[in-house]
């Protein structure tokens, strides 16, 4: 499985699986379904109602033009289709998704996916290697496979033992995304095969978390890490 290496705003690197053109192609159908289920239903109630076809068009066929950038751009890269196949666009460099960036790949589908059935976007994705088709190459996006709620716990919370005194009371500088950012480090280096690569991913990480809470660190890379998490649950539970 071909692999993504995302630069996080800490400037931690994480790798993520891209998304396969089976799971894209897969999105792409469901999301299709979904249009053509709303425009049955529009056409419904635009024949028993009477609307003017003029007024029609505007409500029910604008939001089916938009479909692509209105999700990805409100529901942070995930289309309904994207979300049931765990996909997601993200920058290639690790920053938000903009709406500049949806709009250009809502333009370019048009090439890509409108146009020619999806022929350009999948070969494309195969040649580029990194999944991306001509839309993302433009918005500098690519689209990357979630993993499973079970494999990545997204949640920062975790229960702290009442008497339990933070050692890094500068955690309060962290945010929630640090946190999470942290705990997706400590999941993905348990999957790290290569024990190298594992303590590179643990020490960049635990130098980049030391520095911005401007703290010495004695622990290990994986300690300091685990005492981050819940140092922070800590005082965020006193407060």
């Known amino acids: 499985m071909e692999t993504y290496q995302l630069n996080t705003s ?3 690197t994480l790798e993520y699986p891209i998304a396969s053109v089976g799971d894209r192609l897969l999105s792409t159908i469901l999301d299709q379904l ?13 024949v028993q109602l009477d609307i ?8 029910f066929l604008i939001p089916v033009l938009l479909y692509h950038f209105l999700f990805e751009l409100l529901f942070n ?8 196949l765990r996909t997601k666009v993200i920058k290639t460099d690790g920053s ?51 993993p499973r709620k079970k494999d990545l716990k997204t949640s920062i919370w ?38 190298t690569k594992k303590e590179q991913i643990l020490q960049k990480a635990g130098q980049a978390i030391a520095k911005k809470i401007g703290v010495d660190n004695n622990l290990s ?5 685990k005492t981050i998490i819940k140092d922070y649950n800590a005082i965020h539970q006193i407060h």
Do not use: H
Request: aromatic fraction near 10%; hydrophobic fraction near 50%.
């Open 96 to 146: 938000a998704l903009t709406a500049g960036s949806c709009f250009i790949r809502w333009i370019f589908r048009l090439v890509d996916i409108t146009i020619f059935m999806g022929g350009i976007a999948v070969l494309i994705i195969i040649l580029n290697g990194k999944g991306q088709r001509l839309g993302d190459l433009a918005a500098a996006t690519t689209v990357l496979k979630l």
């Open 221 to 225: 890379d994986t300690e300091f890490l």
């Open 158 to 195: 975790q229960d702290v033992e009442d008497n339990y005194k933070p050692k890094f009371r500068q955690v309060e500088y962290l945010s929630d995304e640090d946190i999470r950012t942290i705990k997706d480090v400590l999941v993905i280096s348990e999957k790290q095969k290569n024990n």
């Open 52 to 59: 003017d076809f003029a007024i029609w068009q505007l409500i």
């Open 34 to 46: 979904i249009v053509v289920i709303y425009l049955l239903g529009a056409l419904i109630i635009f």
């Open 10 to 12: 800490q400037n931690v």
């Open 77 to 84: 890269g995930q289309s309904p289709g994207k979300m049931i």
